[in-house]
């Protein structure tokens, strides 16, 4: 799931809202539905690995029913709960004994500001995240800006 979040930048709404039919693992892609919107994200190799091993291994021990619709369950085999995926993030924060808090946001956050750090388009990064206003996507920049300015700082003769 964590890896999902990253690989997507999808919010955690979306994360337990997602049904086995919404992945295509063998093109490389998940379907989004929110907010009256549909969008096709994109994942990468690691990702759809991990969600293969998922749909595998793992999901098929914790359903209670076959007929299960929901991508990822609970340890009671129902879909997961926002507080459920809360636990689960906040034990991993700990396991790893990372300080900083780590919420759901962090990683769509790092999606967002990694995919502009690395060459995307705004306007590409708006439809992942699924932004109606693209306003809403140019909080991103921001730490972008800050690079730039960094490496003009440290580059250019008269700075």
């Given amino acids: 799931m964590l890896e999902l979040l990253y690989a997507t930048g999808i919010r955690v709404s979306e994360l337990i809202a997602l049904n086995v039919d919404d992945l ?6 998940l379907r989004c539905a929110s907010r009256g919107r549909e969008r096709i994200i994109p994942l990468y190799p690691a990702a759809v690995k991990a969600l293969r091993d998922y749909e595998i ?14 991508l990822f369950v609970n340890m009671n085999g129902e879909r997961m709960s926002r507080q459920g ?44 995240l699924g932004h109606a206003d693209i306003s809403s996507t140019q909080i991103y920049t921001h730490v972008v800006k800050n690079q730039l300015k960094d490496v003009y700082n440290k580059a250019h003769p008269k700075a």
């Avoid at 295509?24 to 892609?29: E, P």
């Avoid at 924060?93 to 900083?100: D, H, R």
């Fill in 85 to 128: 995926f809360w636990k689960i993030i906040k034990y991993y924060q700990e396991k790893a004994g990372i300080q900083k808090d780590i919420t759901p946001h962090t990683l769509r956050h790092s999606f967002a500001v990694h995919l502009l750090e690395n060459g995307a388009d705004l306007r590409s990064i708006q439809e992942m």
């Fill in 57 to 70: 291994n793992v999901r098929p021990e914790i359903i209670a029913d076959m007929d299960e619709r929901a």
């Fill in 24 to 29: 295509n693992l063998s093109a490389g892609f």
